[in-house]
């Protein structure tokens, strides 16, 4: 039987075809391969509308008329990715999983994100009926297998995981999840070094609904979420298995958009993982894992496979995906829940704001006055030093530098450093020993003048700084440039985008917290665009957005959903264009998750050819001491690689000796 959600509805994008007749079926595939050449149409179309029980009934009734192996010949007549998603499609699930993990272990080297997503994510039944199929088709135990090809804490939960023996009541003892919970903490954070092995009891057994409250107990106690304990608390592959197993405990469509937007993002398509996740969800879950990713990620899962493949595969991965969720009243309304439930997650969880750069213990600013001056007496610069006393001091700290240095050497150290220190490197030195509203609004003076207003560093820093950043920035920027910010924005920029920067500049936001009744009406304030009158819209939008507190948006952005099936973001970006679009959607994602846009804005700065220098070094500079360590966190996990590691490879030199100063170490 295919499965179902609770409430009794089947989940699958691909359904049983009515009035099925497997020989015909296979007398149609027979001819779209016989003679020259095959009718990759037809097959395509053919495969993607059957169910797998269905394309199993097929293949033997192949066998019957034509006494040939039906996956033989379409492995014969069609090449590349299509034939490996076709013949994927033609093998029952346990099958697929058992060559998938098959071709994982073979070979040089393990594909261990194949081990993490199969072992991680599948039911019990799921794991016995591969485990039985692994023997049948290789006539070979997967466990002694993977016990041959992979090691340490992290073989001993892929064993725990392939035993397939979760506990699956759903009557939860409270006495118990207290226990687990406690236990949990006392493994990580509360102990010097990790018990791995209760991390590994605990996920790899209980049951799914248990452990839900087990983390919303550890949350209580702890004050962080037990993925935020993972991260800190493991590494290499037993963290990356540990938080596959948190994800599909907590929603099994999320951990799978997740896989299938990663999959896709950035250069180049990760076609394993993209076939991988549609062959195996396509029967069970995959109209769930639509609804999150079009909410998660503000595009359909159709648009992104349309937009990132091509030919006869598109047009199967198409089919499999089964509908476009930005087409008009294609988007589901469950997505409200799940949209919910992410914000509602967030909304509970603490989350401390931590940077890379702290006080340095034990501060002489007169002995780094001298260690600095040293470094650039004399013939040549000790660019080292430098670096080392700049980027290991608070921003209090380096401000004391600045005044010692001048009393004893009767010297402007900023002018020295800039004489002394030339392209990049001099400019994120000289970053750093400003404070922080002279910075930007150095960057903000910056991006006004000359030929051309660079939009994007507007709205970045008045987007995402708060009242308290924003009204130094203008005390800072009327001191250095004797002209009020507001003016220079107002000469510089026009239209709704003027009074956009001009509402943000005056630093009036509301700081208080939520109102429920408040947010509902300005939720349905956004949400009417049936006047075709944008000019009202963007005047709406700037009311509220510029204006309202950053817990209000939260539960505005909640509201928005409920009613319109639609993220704001989205809603943006389709009555809105240009600057006000951006403007909006940079305001939208700040509220939503500053980090995670900061870790957005450096990933662009350095994929693909060159490196965008003056964007890497503002955020660097500007976030060192409020958050750049969850910028670190996010962007690994949403680009699958540390900024440490893109800095170290994207940039040389003293500059980069420099940034990974600031970065502060490598996840």
């Not at 896709?264 to 894992?289: A, C, H, P, Q, Y």
């Not at 939503?592 to 050819?609: E, N, Q, R, T, V």
Request: proline share 1%.
């Amino acid at each position: 039987m295919a499965p179902t959600s609770k409430a009794g509805r089947y989940r699958g994008s691909v359904k049983e075809f009515p009035n099925f007749n497997a020989s015909q079926d296979a007398e149609v595939l027979y001819n779209a391969m016989k003679g020259f050449g095959s009718d990759k149409e037809a097959i395509l179309d053919l495969i993607t509308s059957r169910s797998n029980k269905q394309r199993i009934e097929i293949s033997q009734a192949y066998k019957s008329l034509y006494g040939k192996d039906l996956i033989a010949d379409l492995k014969r007549e069609l090449t590349g990715k299509f034939e490996r998603l076709i013949v994927g499609l033609m093998r029952p699930l346990a099958y697929f999983d058992a060559k998938e993990i098959k071709d994982a272990l073979q070979g040089i080297g393990t594909d261990e994100k194949c081990l993490i997503e199969i072992l991680a994510s599948r039911t019990n039944q799921q794991i016995h009926n591969l485990v039985e199929a692994y023997r049948d088709a290789y006539e070979r135990e997967l466990e002694a297998d993977v016990l041959g090809d992979t090691s340490g804490h992290f073989k001993k939960m892929l064993v725990v995981l392939l035993q397939g023996t979760r506990e699956e009541d759903d009557v939860v003892s409270e006495d118990l999840v207290e226990q687990d919970a406690k236990d949990l903490l006392e493994a990580g954070d509360l102990k010097w070094g990790t018990d791995e092995a209760q991390f590994i009891y605990i996920l790899g057994n209980r049951s799914k609904q248990h452990l839900r409250l087990v983390f919303d107990e550890y949350l209580k106690i702890s004050g962080k979420p037990i993925e935020d304990s993972i991260r800190g608390e493991l590494s290499g592959d037993i963290e990356k298995l540990m938080m596959a197993v948190v994800k599909c405990i907590r929603s099994t469509p999320e951990y799978f958009a997740e896989r299938l937007y990663k999959a896709m993002k950035g250069l180049g398509t990760k076609d394993n993982t993209l076939i991988r996740v549609m062959v195996s969800r396509s029967e069970i879950d995959m109209l769930d894992i639509r609804e999150v990713f079009r909410t998660k990620y503000e595009k359909s899962l159709h648009s992104m496979i349309k937009d990132d493949t091509s030919g006869e595969y598109k047009k199967a991965l198409l089919k499999l995906c089964g509908g476009d969720d930005d087409a008009a009243g294609e988007f589901f309304p469950e997505a409200a829940q799940v949209a919910y439930r992410m914000w509602e997650l967030s909304a509970v969880a603490k989350v401390e704001l931590r940077g890379t750069v702290r006080p340095a213990a034990d501060f002489n600013a007169d002995g780094d006055a001298k260690v600095l001056r040293k470094a650039m007496k004399g013939l040549g610069t000790d660019e080292g030093a430098i670096i080392d006393v700049v980027t290991q001091r608070s921003n209090a700290q380096r401000q004391e530098i600045l005044r010692t240095y001048k009393s004893h050497f009767g010297r402007d150290l900023m002018a020295d450093l800039k004489s002394e220190l030339s392209g990049s490197l001099a400019k994120l030195i000289l970053g750093l020993m400003m404070t922080p509203a002279q910075f930007d609004a150095k960057q903000l003076k910056k991006a006004m003048e000359g030929a051309g207003t660079d939009e994007n560093i507007l709205i970045e820093i008045l987007a995402t700084r708060n009242n308290r950043e924003i009204q130094a920035i203008n005390e800072a920027y009327k001191v250095a440039y004797h002209k009020s910010l507001e003016d220079a924005l107002s000469s510089d920029t026009s239209g709704h985008f003027k009074r956009i920067l001009v509402s943000l500049a005056l630093g009036n936001r509301d700081e208080g917290g939520e109102d429920l009744t408040r947010a509902h009406e300005d939720a349905k304030k956004l949400s009417d665009v049936s006047s075709g009158d944008s000019t009202s819209l963007e005047t709406r939008f700037l009311s509220i957005l510029c204006t309202r507190s950053y817990p209000h948006l939260r539960r505005v952005f909640q509201e928005f959903i409920k009613m319109t099936n639609h993220d704001v973001a989205h809603t943006v970006r389709k009555h809105m264009s240009g600057d006000v679009r951006d403007a909006f959607v940079a305001i939208v994602r700040s509220v939503k998750d500053k980090p995670a846009f900061f870790a957005d804005k450096l990933y662009d700065s350095m994929k693909g050819i060159g490196t965008d220098e003056r964007t890497l070094t503002r955020i660097m500079v500007s976030r060192s001491e409020i958050d750049l360590l969850n910028i670190r966190r996010v962007f690994k996990e949403m680009h699958e690689k540390s900024l440490h590691h893109m800095i170290e490879k994207d940039t040389s030199g003293d500059y980069c000796k420099a940034l990974l100063a600031i970065c502060g170490g490598d996840d």
